[in-house]
């Protein structure tokens, strides 16, 4: 099959030029390719690399009355998603264990329409089952440095972190940490919006992210930080970075868009922790090398009312990442590809993915950028439909997102490659993993 006359676009720049597919993959890229298969006709429309969302909470099995993934990935498919990458919750049981991962795989196996990769989570007293997950396929792990808001799903104490990341640093894996510190959570002074905004001081964010880049650096473990929400977090990041460690971090959509004050007009849609900030750390988060949805829904009931101490914190969003970032001038195309693929690719070691290039999986999403519009509950596709985005801008039409070349409809598991990234240092093991 050829994509005819497209505008392509990568993290490496934008060129027209004809895609050529054989199978699953991508066999050439370049202009007036010769074949007399069947063509897509995209002259005048965009070629973006399919997205890879690798923060989604889908909850299959378990709680499947907040999202399931047979809407969650069409969801993702409609707004160019070709990959994900799913929470070790809220799913029940949680992925602790590989009993429980077994139970999901099977899961998504029957219902993905788009490829998938799972998190494992790293609890206190699971070590012993950091090695069999990472066998049987992990992306790496997903530790809550506070409460996560679920009993089954406990936060990691300092010892079970550090000891945690000594193990995942020996597989040659990759520990991902929601970054709040729990002695510097306060008590609601009241049930309103702000009141939950200063609940959640930034204070809480900046001292875990420095706790966990020193356990990155004391124990060589490979670090990434979901959801970051601060200037201060983004720096502290960077600074690791430049300092040699092996640490990154993801930014979303609504920590982009919203402000504090924002929260009280938006309502319980908006909640999530840790909460929206101020204009100045949007600014900051602009410069995120990785921006994902963590789209973790749940039904309009638990988003119901204006008591802020008992409605349920998560955003709906995964349909619209995409579309949210092209309506806002603040990336060029490239930048967008490279914040929502292909970074996302080597960062967590995805081979042949996150780039139109051959040899790489015909993972892509034809859309026409000249249709503009805003989100509507009415074309969301979750499986309970409300998003805090409704009324935003967004731009792009889905023309056509193939999977594997073909149409979404059956994905395949994919499991973590070699890892790109270089072992930060003190672990003989780190960075080739002993994975089958
Ligand atoms: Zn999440």
Not at 14 to 35: C, F, H, K, R, Y
Not at 73 to 100: C, H, K, Q, R
Not at 302 to 308: Q, V
Not at 386 to 405: C, P
Request: net charge negative.
């Amino acid at each position: 099959m050829i994509i005819r006359g497209g505008t392509v676009v990568t993290a490496r720049g934008v060129e027209t030029a004809d895609i050529a597919i054989a199978g699953s993959q991508i066999v050439a890229v370049g202009l007036n390719l010769a074949g007399d298969s069947d063509e897509i006709d995209a002259s005048g429309l965009h070629v973006f690399p399919g997205g890879i969302d690798s923060h989604v909470h889908f909850n299959e099995p378990g709680r499947t009355e907040w999202e399931d993934i047979a809407h969650g990935s069409a969801a993702l498919a409609a707004g160019g998603y070709t990959t994900f990458i799913d929470m070790p919750l809220n799913n029940l049981p949680v992925t602790t264990t590989v009993e429980a991962f077994d139970l999901k795989l099977e899961a998504m196996k029957r219902s993905s329409k788009v490829d998938f990769g799972l998190w494992g989570g790293l609890v206190p007293g699971n070590i012993d089952q950091l090695e069999p997950l990472v066998r049987r396929g992990v992306m790496g792990f997903k530790a809550f440095m506070c409460p996560s808001g679920i009993d089954e799903f406990p936060a990691s104490d300092p010892i079970t972190l550090r000891n945690g990341m000594k193990r995942i640093a020996d597989l040659g894996s990759i520990l991902l940490v929601h970054a709040e510190d729990p002695a510097r959570l306060l008590m609601p002074r009241g049930t309103g919006a702000l009141d939950f905004v200063h609940s959640r001081p930034p204070s809480a964010e900046r001292a875990a992210i420095a706790q966990a880049i020193e356990l990155s650096d004391a124990t060589g473990c490979r670090l990434h930080v979901v959801h970051v929400s601060t200037a201060w977090g983004m720096r502290l990041i960077r600074e690791a970075q430049q300092n040699g460690l092996d640490v990154s971090g993801e930014t979303c959509p609504h920590y982009l868009l919203y402000g504090e004050l924002d929260l009280e007009r938006l309502g319980g849609a908006g909640k999530c922790a840790p909460p929206f900030r101020t204009a100045s750390d949007r600014e900051a988060l602009w410069t995120a090398d990785v921006i994902v949805s963590d789209h973790s829904p749940c039904t309009l009931d638990l988003k119901a009312g204006d008591d802020f101490t008992r409605i349920w914190g998560g955003i709906s969003g995964c349909q619209s990442t995409l579309q949210l970032l092209l309506a806002n001038d603040r990336l060029d195309l490239p930048k967008v590809a490279a914040v929502t693929s292909t970074n996302i690719a080597r960062r967590f070691g995805i081979a042949g993915k996150g780039d139109i290039a051959s040899a790489h999986d015909a993972d892509l999403w034809i859309v026409d950028l000249k249709s503009e519009d805003v989100v509507r509950r009415e074309d969301l596709l979750y499986r309970n439909a409300f998003s805090v985005h409704e009324g935003q801008r967004i731009r792009g039409r889905t023309v056509k997102t193939l999977v594997g070349g073909g149409d979404p409809g059956s994905g395949r598991f994919i499991r973590p490659e070699r890892h790109s990234g270089q072992p930060a240092r003190g672990s003989s093991q780190g960075g080739t993993g002993t994975r089958s």
